[in-house]
Every structure is written in C-alpha cells, then in structure tokens.
C-alpha cells in the first residue's frame, strides 16, 4: 500500500511501540496515548519525523476525534489490561475498554478512516482453550469474578466494532493476541515478572501446581502479522488469532528455562491462585496462516534469550 496515516490508540504501550518501529520508516504515524504505561520511552524513534505524539484520553471523544483527522488508518488498542490492574478498578476497565472502543469507532466513522483494527484478546476464549479457532464459541466466566472484567469488555468491544463496520461501511478486522511477550513490555507480563525476578535472583512465583499451559508469542512475530491486517487488501470484518502454538509450554516450565537461561539463583515458590485461573490457552492460527502468510519464526528460547539481553541491560529502570 502506498504511504498512510495511521493513528494509534496505546500508541505509547508494549505492543504498539513495536509496531511503530515496524512502520514509521513507510507511513506517519500519530500516537494517541495517556502515557499510563510508557513503553515509548525506551524506545529509539521518538524524534522521528513521521511520527506524532498526542497526550489525551480514549474517554475524550472530543479529543480522539479532533486527533483522528486525516487518518487512513486506525488501530484501537488502548486499553486496561493485567488481571491485577482490572481487579483494581473493574468499572474504570469496562469504562475505557468498552467506551474506549465506542469513542474510537465514532471518530473513525466522523473522519471517514478507512480501516479500525480492534484489539482484542484470548482471554475471550475462557479458562480452557486448545486449537481454538476464530469461529469457536467464547466463554465467560461467572458474574462477579474480577478475572473476566477484562474479557467480557474485549468481547462487548469486538461486537460493537463490527456492528460499526456492517452498518457504517468500515473496514473492521479484529486480533486476539495470546500471550504476546519481548524487550519493552512493561505492566505484569509473565516473561517480564519472572525475568526480572530471575535477575534479581528472587523467588519466582508459580500459582498452583505450575501445569497450566501457554502458548507464547514473540513481539515481532505477532507485529509481523498485525502489519498484514493493518494494510492488506481486502480484508474486511475478519478476525484473527495471532500466537505461536509451536511455543508451548508449562508456567512451570517457563519459570525454569528463564533461570537456566539467565544463570540465576532463583527459586520458584508455589502459592494459590488468588482467583480463578486459565489452565491452558492454545490459539489455531490457520486462518492467519491461509490469508495473511503469517509464520511464527522466533522459538521460545530464542525469544527469551532477546528478551533477558534488554530487560538485562534496563534492570535499573
């Protein structure tokens, strides 16, 4: 696709900071983002010259929208996320996460962009998912339990933004990462916790018994696929699972390659989940195989060693 202008909600977070790096060489890109979690600044583009930085507030409509101008493109990922910052403030969560992405959809629709791409989750799929695929049923979690906050307002956004795309005439395609992890993730990643703590040589904590299992994905690998959906053609109200199934793996498992592969004196202590848990979360990613050409290439402990060398060099921050 020729040059675009993409706006970016969460511009400043993990994921986001990546895909900036990705594209900011071909396309402007302007970055709305409350700096609630700033990745950014770790970042090596932030004086580049296709790049903006707006400081607003996905719950200022007036704002998005005004920012929105021009836009060819515009990728929602703004979001509350972590299972210990959604317990925190439940209704903040639904409040940004759902109205968050009802904001962004009314801009986009105002401005007459061309293509929103919604962030979503695996966490949509419940506490058990093996070779899910896009069509499988989601599963909510019982009423009342913090856990789901996050997933039910991914799930609610997911449905309004395609209802926007039918209705509107908007290019709506959707992503639901599965656990995503690499250099500037900052928050409550797993990878992120436990190397960190490895590092520090501190007790590293594994809930339960430590069998559940993950499917892990490097950044670039996931950011490869999202660029597709950002600007192939034709694509129009689809949704896509974005992982790596061949990066499976136990929590405990995890835990000990990480002190392996940092040399640690770490030891992994087991304690109850605090809540319910999700015992296995395993994406099918054929669908991103068939239309986007999307190949995982990083393995895990590939993946891994990348991400000890930056978190290494930035532990003091």
Known sequence: MTKRKILITGGAGFIASHLIEKLLDSHRIVIYDNLHRNALKYAPFREHHNLEFIQGDVLDAGKLAESMQGADVCVHAAAIAGIYSVGKCCTYTMKVNFLGAYNALEAAVQNRVGRFIDFSTSEVYGPFVYRGKETDQTTL?????????????????????????????????????????????????????????????????????????????????????????????????????????????????????????????????????????????????????????????????????????????????
């Open 141 to 317: 979690g019982a009423i009342g339990e913090k856990r789901w906050i996050y997933a039910v307002s991914k799930l609610a956004s997911e449905h309004l933004s395609h209802s926007y795309g039918e209705e509107y005439d908007l290019e709506v395609n959707s992503v639901r990462p599965f656990n995503v992890y690499g250099p500037r993730q900052i928050g409550e990643g797993a990878v992120q916790q436990m190397i960190g703590r490895a590092l520090r040589d501190e007790d590293i904590t594994v809930f339960n018994d430590g069998t559940q299992i993950r499917a892990w994905c490097y950044v670039t690998d996931f950011v490869e696929a999202l660029e597709k959906v950002i600007l192939q053609k034709d694509l129009r109200r689809q949704v896509f699972n974005i992982g790596n199934p061949q990066a499976t793996v136990t929590v405990l498992g995890l835990a000990k390659t990480i002190i392996e592969l940092t040399n640690s004196k770490s030891n992994v202590v087991f304690k109850p989940h605090p809540g319910p848990e999700v015992e296995m979360r395993v994406p099918d990613i054929a669908k991103a195989r068939a239309i986007l050409g999307f190949e995982p290439k990083v393995d895990l402990k590939l993946g891994l060693e990348k991400s000890i060398e930056w978190y290494r060099a930035h532990l003091g921050e």
